[in-house]
């Protein structure tokens, strides 16, 4: 177990470093391209408008909607910065096992069976990719109900606590138990 733990460790925090980046491009070409009205949405601080929120009307409903439109727009960007790194995580795996293969059964395979066998690889690609972006969606709605009803719990560490709750419950329950996406599949 803790022979990986560097290799990982390394890789968690590439990552982290690598999302801040591509957070960071999307603000930047949300800044070009949005109005001030939709880039303040883009980048709300879910803490503080939900004290906000939460003071300024006693309607739950009300607030619970409120919030849950705020958290959304406010952890789009991050969403999108995850599903775009490991989008090309999956892309790349993909490419270098079919790279592989191709060379390793060079003169064994015949042209169409090349082709059955990239189709093969296609098809997976495509479904581990649509499983991806379905599980981002899904995060994503998750964390903004939760944020809804942190905000309801507890203005403010409530919406942040409850946000994080459901993004991670929504990553449990869209677990496929399948290895990483930056794992290629096995072979037969």
Not at 113 to 135: G, H, N, P, W, Y
Not at 138 to 165: D, E, K, R, Y
Request: with cysteine; charged share 20%; hydrophobic share 45%.
């Amino acid at each position: 177990r803790w022979k990986v733990f560097p290799n990982r460790f390394f890789t968690a925090f590439a990552k982290f470093h690598v999302i801040a980046l591509f957070m960071r491009t999307y603000e930047l070409l949300a800044s070009r391209k949005y109005d001030d009205v939709v880039l303040d949405k883009l980048t709300m601080d879910p803490f503080h408008a939900s004290k906000k929120t939460a003071s300024a009307s006693s309607d739950k409903s009300a607030v619970a909607k409120e919030m849950f439109h705020t958290t959304f727009w406010a952890n789009t960007i991050a969403f999108m910065a995850d599903y775009s790194v490991h989008q090309i995580i999956l892309c790349y795996g993909y490419y270098a096992y079919v790279r592989r293969k191709r060379e390793e059964r060079k003169s064994q395979q015949s042209q169409e069976e090349a082709i059955v066998v990239d189709a093969a690889v296609l098809t997976s690609m495509l479904r581990k990719s649509t499983q991806l972006f379905v599980s981002r969606v899904f995060g994503l709605t998750c964390s903004a109900i939760g944020g809804a009803v942190g905000t309801l719990w507890w203005p403010g560490w409530g919406a942040v606590l409850l946000s994080n709750m459901g993004e991670g419950a929504a990553s449990v329950v869209m677990d496929d138990g399948q290895p990483s996406a930056s794992q290629p599949p096995k072979e037969d």
